[in-house]
């Protein structure tokens, strides 16, 4: 098919994105749900970034794969996702590991996530794949990318940033020439490529990948055939393009979408608790790195219906008030004062209680007395009268999951061995 420069390339593709991710740096936060079902800034999942991203770059078919602890994942998908309508050629598909090429394999990796499902991608016929990981906040436009892959004739496009060659260890890194295109491909090495006139910095990958989808069956099929394959994007896919095709890397700085008050492209892998915890804060300053309140690039959620946030009492020592911070519907903060906290829905926060640098998750009760300084609460726990966190590190990391940074992270089966002692 043959497409005129003016009609967007998106109208033919399918978003097809991989979520089964276990998370387990997260910790107890993903105990229950998988890393692109939890929380973020207020009122979205993880996973809504690369949905919106989708949904705003004009694609109008998506897959969503699932694996590990999808239960909570799948519920916000089915109540928040649930708007399209296939008289309008759309399509929104949750694909879980249904053991449907074998009766006994799960999704063995990235790359097999797509391939056991190759027989419904058929029937609505895309002629691009767009490949995206669920679990990283960031807004970009793959339109763009899009238009450079079929520009550049490339059998896959990879997107990548620029990253500090002292952090490049942890993601999969690319050697590039003057053209973009992709010379060589490293999971995670210790000694990262230089970008070409940068030599302290380099090209990695984030997990996004467009393929004409005829070709990228073809590879999968291939791929599925080759003993000892880990049936991975990262580790297989992307290696045999960039020796035996044409593999070629699309930078993020030139497709992300920035409103005015964001200085920088934002891309943030919140995988480690100090991470997620400094990215929900973040957006408390008065000009975050992110701009959550974009209208011209939406972050599309389930949106739950909430009465307005309440804030009552208004006398010395008991007056309910939030300085730079972010509070949800249907939130009562009685006679309590945040600062640079981050509320999700329907919380409660009882009197001559003191939070500080607080990301509390939806449903919490946090009582009396309370004094709180970085932490992160769990969906629905509820603390006690008089319980003071973030100013006895000792004490806090016995009852707590501690991190390095000192930031405490608080669920309700702690506070449970918590009372009973």
Request: proline share 5%; net charge negative.
């Amino acid at each position: 098919m043959s497409h005129r420069i003016s009609q967007p390339l998106a109208r033919d593709a399918m978003a097809y994105v991989l979520a089964g991710g276990r998370g387990s740096r997260l910790n107890e936060l993903t105990d229950i749900r998988a890393k692109p079902a939890v929380y973020f800034g207020g009122k979205a999942r993880i996973i809504d970034f690369a949905l919106s991203n989708a949904l705003n770059s004009g694609i109008r078919r998506i897959g969503v794969a699932t694996q590990y602890k999808a239960h909570s994942l799948i519920r916000h998908l089915q109540r928040g996702w649930n708007f399209f309508r296939p008289e309008r050629n759309e399509s929104f598909d949750i694909l879980p590991a249904s053991q449907r090429v074998s009766e006994t394999q799960w999704y063995d990796g990235t790359a097999d996530a797509v391939y056991q499902n190759i027989d419904i991608i058929e029937s609505y016929g895309p002629e691009f794949m767009v490949i995206l990981a669920g679990d990283h906040i960031y807004k970009m436009d793959y339109e763009l990318m899009l238009r450079q892959h079929v520009a550049s004739g490339a059998d896959v496009t990879v997107g990548c940033m620029e990253a500090p060659r002292a952090e490049a260890s942890g993601f999969g890194v690319m050697a590039v020439d003057t053209n973009h295109v992709i010379t060589d491909f490293i999971e995670k090495p210790e000694n990262p490529p230089a970008m070409p006139g940068k030599p302290d910095t380099s090209l990695v990958s984030m997990g996004i990948y467009v393929f004409h989808t005829k070709r990228l069956f073809e590879e999968l099929h291939r791929d599925a055939a080759t003993p000892g394959s880990t049936r991975d994007f990262g580790k297989d896919i992307i290696p045999y393009l960039v020796k035996h095709g044409k593999a070629v890397a699309h930078e993020f700085s030139t497709s992300c979408v920035r409103s005015e008050g964001e200085a920088q492209a934002y891309w943030r892998d919140v995988g480690t608790v100090d991470a997620y915890f400094e990215a929900n804060v973040d957006l408390t300053q008065v000009v975050p790195h992110l701009d959550l309140y974009d209208r011209s690039w939406p972050l599309w959620t389930y949106s739950e219906i909430t009465p307005p946030a309440k804030f009552v009492h208004d006398v010395e020592g008991r007056r309910g008030s939030a300085v730079s911070s972010l509070v949800s519907g249907g939130c009562i903060v009685s006679g309590a004062s945040l600062h640079n906290s981050l509320v999700f829905t329907e919380t409660h926060i009882h009197s001559y209680s003191a939070l500080d640098q607080a990301v509390i998750l939806p449903r919490c009760t946090i009582g009396r007395h309370v004094r709180m300084t970085k932490v992160v609460l769990d969906r629905g726990v509820t603390i006690p009268d008089g319980l003071v966190v973030g100013e006895d590190p000792i004490l806090d990391a016995k009852r707590f999951r501690r991190t390095a940074k000192g930031v405490c992270l608080i669920t309700q089966a702690m506070i449970d061995r918590l009372e009973a002692e």
